[in-house]
């Protein structure tokens, strides 16, 4: 099959490579489409831990595409079936996961014990066929699309950190600082769970407008405005219920300080290129919870999912760029120096 | 001002009563509306415990109207707001109220220390005029009416329901037995909130109907077909992430253990004539929780009012018939003989 | 090796078998005790769902022992670790393995997906030799002995019952009824915890006293004293905060509802011998939870473990009967008959 | 009667000022003893919001007593009553405190609407009689000593973070940075839920000895080692389940970031001279949860009283001055130097 391999800093080509098996409760997939989110542009320059090595290594998280294969035991799946994914599939024999808390798998990396972060410690998606696990696997609706599948992942972070902090938005402000695809699809599962208003704060203008058409009750031009005392001015000066980061820029944490109310929660969804200050005696006084979480666990692409078949959260506006896999090392040029402004750029093998 | 006076079992007469005087915290509102619930018909014949006397004693706790008067310290209201309520207001200073479990007060019925149940420990509103505090009062939005702001109470019931189970039921399978106005509001909560599917199981068609009208993905008449077995049928046979009991019938709780998914939920919402028997080792072998509410702690109506305001909730049609108060009788025939299939009957003082 | 199978209803015999080999991630163990439970009297007579055939199977899901061969992958125990065990091992890969809620795996009993709960669906501990998976095994400390570990699983179903609830019970009024192994151990717990008042309600004397030797502050004798009005004069009139049942009686459902505090808990940890009776609505009018849990989940057995290391947790003194391997009907009609009160009888094959 | 007045910037002096009345639902005290802590100190010469004008104000926020006078509607104490306090009554009707959180009151400072932090934003303790709300009034066991219920206030906010946790640490590693009286608190407090190891880390070899001494498993001087690798070392390598923060010195929280498991849990007690820096990007990848709390919520205090009655937390051995009231110049002067290494100093009226 032809797949794309890091062969070593920024050095992502499509060569030719076996087409792997699946093995006891795994899956073949034949890839339909994989996306690019920041993570693939950190690891191709700075290897994540329990990465496998340059050289062989097939990175992507965000793929979609039809089962071709079933390994032993596998029934809950069938030949041609449409799936989407998520990436972490913990090893299931740790503290953690026994708890249910994969994401935090303490074997992490581990492969013979049975982790598999697809597209990180795995090979993933940039490639005709993928392997995974079948309980990372969720069956796609006829109704959505390659596209919408792709996002469904990137959805999953959203309500995964919307698990963590209870999950019941209902009739709450909340605020999502950073509208990018992390950002744009919260806001969308914000409303969808009935949160009002959500708020969106960004720098750009055209990302604004894109999420008040996704359904942003109101957006915030941090550039224009200040953005703390607008949320406090939409939440009669209380602030809000929730203010989640999906921004990763690195004065935003102090803002989600300041905006948000007394006995409120802050949800981190991006990560900063450094060490982060913030007032965090503040946070204390006001009784505010910090939380953050990592991907997409707790079956939150099965929740995506059904919010995306019920028309509740749209994943396809958000991809901007299409590329043949064979280019992807123009399409990450596009992604890496923002040529067009794109917003989910989607390799189809 | 007129009010119906409760002076004996099922003798609800309209007379002449001074206007209340509202306490510090309190607010003095002009009843616009206010609907009835099983549980005045029962208030009328078995008196509950804590309530007033017959011949003093004024029923009715779903109401709405406009502020008339405020009590003293009273500046989050303003003369002339238009507002829902909830029913109850705690102490405030008993081991549970301290906790914001004011639904479960220890000191219930206790005006003295400080709770209040309008109309059910308190005067009610089924009068011209209503005092209560001002904690339980809800700004209603310019876009809801009256009809809307009874049936926000109702939806209070659902919420807060669904507030205890935990309320994240996006993507997940509920069933709602009883298409009550409760059974109904709550539909549409679950909705509102993402759940998938919701199924409605009743006895009367007209009201399956009127819940698919109102967004239940599946309707199943249980005088026509097996609700457990359509229920494993819709849930790819393993039972429904949550089950809710709103009909308050006999045989739903064994029913509701048998529809539910192995670790599931299942939330009583609904009230009994008698003990119920049920297979608690089938439920205690599934680890499946039940839970219980009462009334609308925890902020509900506030979260309900939201959801009207969004459109997410509809409450006008559930009003079936409107009386003015001095036709208190007549209406409550019109309950008590389920004259026309009332479904929820309000009086307009 | 010399293992107990059973023929046919309450035809338990020990015979040769061979000696079971460990899959990948698990652990071959050299039983040393093995313990009975009510559930093992049960599936003699009425096998459970998904149990093995007659002639094959080796019940006994109350083991510890010393580590004997390890299977491929697992580094996470050593050869000659003494061990305690929990009964299950989800399949780690269904919706709610995936979520933590392994005990209510939807794949109970399909060992080929990787679901074992030792001695109910796979060979379990009345042998020499008995396979289990690494991540339910638990190292045992020094200081504790086979009896302890034999009891550390009973506890485990204290502490994933006390799990569901919360855990919280610091300075909360508990009552548990049913001094039955389940029972004097939860008690222990609820001690351990910081619990206080800890009523335990039965009616043997005996039980009774050794309640109230491990730690109960007050016991109440159900055949002298009405345990209800007992229970609500040792908390203030309100009730407990939180009432374990741990019976198995008929009654007791009713009386758990009837002795808990409004806004309190109800955690249901015995099965009973058919459909229960009990005021439902009583529960729902104040508020009140009914959790249940089967089993040993969410590594309560590693909390176990903890307590009983600290000396907070003494299973020694419940081990009533010892019996070799070989003479387990005398055994088990010791149990049956309850010939001595017995509390736990154990087996050393 | 005699009380301390704050006329300026650490100008603390006593003086006469008539006895307070205490209003409906309020109870006067007499005064037995009254502790300082660190923001006795703060508030001296930088005013907190809502606090008091200079030439009126009283603080003293750690006092206990004995019931003098009984406001209106007060019958769940007696006069003669000894009690301890919490410092913070809230509102009752704002929407932070009809949940629970009170100490996140949205009225914070407003007497008027009933809210009131004792020696905050209301007279307090430095005083021979004080006024507060019953709520926050709890009955103290005659087995504790007035310096017991001084501290069962700082064990109420061990107990409060705990809370917000959910308090179910039995069994787990936990980590107390800081052994100043609230860390000395919260090392007792999880050892008396259970947890194991609590491992207590801090600067004066003194006080780590005293940690040792009420229940500390393991103490790490972090001047002669270093303590985040010393915490992974008793831990098995994965770091603590829960990292409590009760030093308020600035490395402290990137400290704890280093300290914590992968999954697990940092909870913030302690207040920081400015703003923090630490690598949130590190807690995000390892889905750590940042709790805070403020104060004694939740019936905290309640739980306190409750060990302290058992026997398993100890109040006494924290009190190292005391002082007459007096004297108080004196006392602050000591507390504010360190003069022979005060841990918790009291005043007695």
Request: charged share 20%.
């Amino acid at each position: 099959m032809r797949a794309a391999v890091l062969f070593g800093p920024n050095d992502l080509r499509v060569v030719d490579k076996p087409v792997p098996e699946p093995g006891p409760g795994e899956v073949l997939v034949k890839v339909a489409m994989c996306g690019t989110c920041g993570t693939d542009l950190k690891l191709q320059t700075h290897p994540f831990p329990n990465q496998p090595p340059f050289g062989q290594f097939t990175p992507g998280h965000e793929w979609s595409g039809t089962v071709a294969k079933l390994g032993d035991t596998v029934d809950e799946l069938a030949i041609g079936d449409r799936v989407a994914i998520e990436a972490h599939h913990g090893c299931g024999r740790c503290e953690n996961c026994v708890l249910g808390m994969y994401t935090a798998c303490l074997n992490y990396g581990n492969l013979a014990k049975g982790h598999r972060a697809s597209g990180m410690t795995a090979d993933g998606g940039f490639a005709e066929y993928a392997v995974h696990h079948v309980s990372s696997l969720y069956r796609l609706p006829n109704s959505l699309t390659w596209e919408d599948a792709v996002l469904v992942t990137t959805a999953g972070t959203s309500l995964y950190g919307l698990d963590a902090i209870g999950g019941y938005v209902a009739g709450q402000s909340v605020v999502v600082i950073g509208p990018g695809p992390v950002g744009l699809m919260t806001v969308q599962a914000c409303k969808a769970l009935g949160a009002s208003p959500v708020v969106l704060v960004g720098t750009r203008r055209g990302r604004l407008a894109l999420g008040a058409r996704l359904g942003a009750d109101c957006v915030i031009d941090a550039t224009t405005s200040d953005a703390v005392s607008s949320v406090r001015g939409v939440t009669g000066g209380f602030g809000a219920d929730l203010v989640i980061e999906a921004s990763g820029a690195m004065p935003a944490p102090q803002q989600a300080v300041e905006m948000v109310k007394r006995g409120g929660k802050i949800l981190f969804l991006g990560f900063y290129p450094g060490p982060v200050t913030l007032d965090l005696s503040s946070a204390i006084r006001d009784d505010v919870t910090l939380y953050t979480t990592r991907g997409e666990g707790a079956n939150a692409v099965k929740r995506a999912l059904s919010l995306a078949a019920q028309g509740k959260i749209r994943g396809r506006e958000l991809v901007t760029h299409h590329f043949p896999l064979e280019a992807i090392q123009e399409g990450f040029r596009v992604v890496r120096e923002r040529d067009g402004d794109p917003i989910k750029v989607v390799f189809v093998p």
